[in-house]
Nanobody, 121 residues
Framework: QVQVVESGGGLVQFGGSLRLSCAAS????????MGWYRQAPGKQRELVAT???????NYADSVKGRFTISRHNAKNTVYLQMNSLKPEDTAVYYC???????????????WGQGTQVTVSS
């Protein structure tokens, strides 16, 4: 059994900052990529940022220079520091982790329940 739980969402004004956290727990052998996705009302879920176990990062163009993804491998945790927030960043943010539960099974994608981020203008 694996759980992925996000925290840190909320309401913030235009130009403000928020830090999201996501912790994976349970039967975990290894975690490869971890990432953040978001889904605004009426829109498809989209990638925000990802980070590999080695620290390589990838960002959506819309958040480059404003958001920073990081992770603490020993704690199975990934973070998303969001600065200079805009109303268009308003969405439910989901954490994703590619987790292997044993040394002989493939990785599967696990998702958190999502955390709401609302940016007021």
């Amino acid at each position: 059994q694996v759980q992925v739980v996000e925290s840190g969402g909320g309401l913030v004004q235009f130009g403000g900052s928020l830090r999201l956290s996501c912790a994976a727990s349970g039967r975990i052998f290894s975690i490869n990529a971890m990432g953040w996705y978001r889904q605004a009302p009426g829109k498809q879920r989209e990638l925000v940022a990802t980070i590999t176990s080695g620290g390589s990062t990838n960002y959506a163009d819309s958040v480059k220079g404003r958001f920073t993804i990081s992770r603490h491998n020993a704690k199975n945790t990934v973070y998303l520091q969001m600065n200079s927030l805009k109303p268009e960043d308003t969405a439910v943010y989901y954490c994703n982790a590619a987790i292997a539960t044993t040394g002989w099974t493939p990785e599967y994608d696990y998702w958190g329940q999502g955390t709401q981020v609302t940016v007021s203008s």
